[in-house]
């Protein structure tokens, strides 16, 4: 017979965007407006830890975040978890079949998660912890994939960046064009194999949980941003403003794109700096172009902007880059004959202490414990 309960632990990486996601096409089934490109964070202090525990026992599904009870009755939740027992299959032990596939309707789920960092402050703690809440489960319920990329597909209905949190090095998340998403799937374009020397430094500015989350703000920077895209009612416009102008999400971030992976492929470091920080600043300007508008930097986010631009000025070379998220903290980028150099300046100047400064993952999930 099996045990019961079945215990399974995962850990799941931060992704930090390079190439901004910022607005959906659909809400629901969360498919963006365009594609993002990410890397995967080697961190051992910016994780998430999830246990999933099964048992025939448990009269209902529940969930803890950092030590408190949530709600798992969440819309999002609920479609990962219903999507992952529809794929579930048999589990085998010693080439003993221990459950059928039939039987997991059975099974409850106690899931319990933490993160060693900081929760909704821009750290993209939803991308690492719903990657490992779909993760576990996924491992838990031996869940079969019938494409690949399904369990991308999956995590993204969880929290859009999330899907690119479920694989390591340089990720893209494409926009797709489906109807039903399934071809909005995250996949790795490149290890981290050329870019061992890359270093990832991280700036707490503010521990505070933000104002505006990300689902809210993209939804009215998409109603309201004409930097973004013509939405809602302005669409008589729109085949004139098409023809006329750039907008970032039809145009713009291609082109940063095709740039990107480039400066990847090539191992170009100060074009691969100069697109972070264009699309850093791009997606911030959106913020502001939102009607009202959404203010994530605060007055040391934009001083560290500054420093890295005099920094670079006075090295006459782009050798840190920076980029945030939805929050005031700084994801700085550099390579690791700079870093010293760096630190000793951003100590200087800000009396910081970073977070970490590490490089990017080639593997992503240690599933430390597996019944
Ligand atoms: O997946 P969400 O809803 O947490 O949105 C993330 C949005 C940004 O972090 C600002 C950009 C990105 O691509 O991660």
Redesign the pocket.
């Given at each position: 017979s099996v045990d019961d309960p079945l215990t399974v632990t995962c850990t799941a990486p931060v992704?930090i965007?390079l190439i901004?996601?910022?607005g959906k096409r659909e809400e629901d089934k969360i498919l963006p407006l365009n594609p993002?490109l990410?890397i995967t964070l080697d961190v051992a202090d910016l994780r998430t830890k999830t246990t999933v525990v099964a048992s025939k026992q448990f009269d209902r599904d529940r969930l803890w975040l950092n030590g408190k009870e949530h709600d798992i009755n969440n819309k999002r939740m609920q479609t990962c978890i219903r999507k992952l027992r529809q794929g579930a299959d048999d589990l085998w032990r010693d080439g003993k079949l221990m459950i059928a596939k039939e039987e997991w309707k059975n099974y409850r789920l106690h899931i319990i998660s933490e993160n060693n960092f900081p929760t909704a402050a821009?750290l993209?703690s939803?991308?690492s912890g719903l990657a490992c809440f779909v993760y576990s489960i996924a491992q838990l319920l031996q869940f079969k994939e019938t494409f690949p990329g399904e369990l991308t597909t999956i995590a993204r209905q969880g929290?859009?960046?999330?899907c690119r949190s479920l694989l390591g090095g340089f990720v893209l998340w494409e926009s797709g064009t489906a109807l039903d998403g399934s071809d909005s799937i995250a996949r790795q374009i490149a290890t981290g194999d050329k870019w061992k020397s890359l270093r990832v430094i991280i700036l707490i500015v503010n521990e505070q949980q933000k104002k505006t989350s990300?689902?809210a703000g993209?939804q009215t920077s998409v109603q309201t941003s004409d930097l973004l895209k013509v939405g809602g009612d302005r669409n008589i416009f729109l085949i004139i403003r098409l023809i006329k102008e750039k907008f970032r999400a039809k145009e713009v971030v291609s082109m940063q794109l095709s740039r990107m992976r480039d400066a990847i492929e090539k191992a170009d470091f100060p074009t691969l700096a100069t697109v972070t920080m264009q699309e850093s600043n791009q997606?911030h300007a959106c913020c502001l172009d939102t009607f009202p508008p959404i203010f994530y930097l605060n007055e040391v986010s934009k001083e560290i902007i500054q420093f890295v631009h005099d920094y670079n000025a006075d090295n006459n070379d782009i050798t840190v880059a920076y980029t945030f998220?939805?929050g005031p903290n700084a994801v700085l980028l550099t390579r690791e004959e700079n870093l010293e150099k760096l630190m000793n300046s951003l100590h200087q100047k800000f009396g910081f202490f970073p977070v970490t400064r590490e490089g990017v993952t080639r593997s992503v999930f240690e599933n430390s414990q597996s019944d």
């Open positions: 992704n965007a901004k996601y910022w993002s990410s821009g993209a939803s991308a929290s859009g960046s999330a990300s689902t993209m997606f998220d939805a």
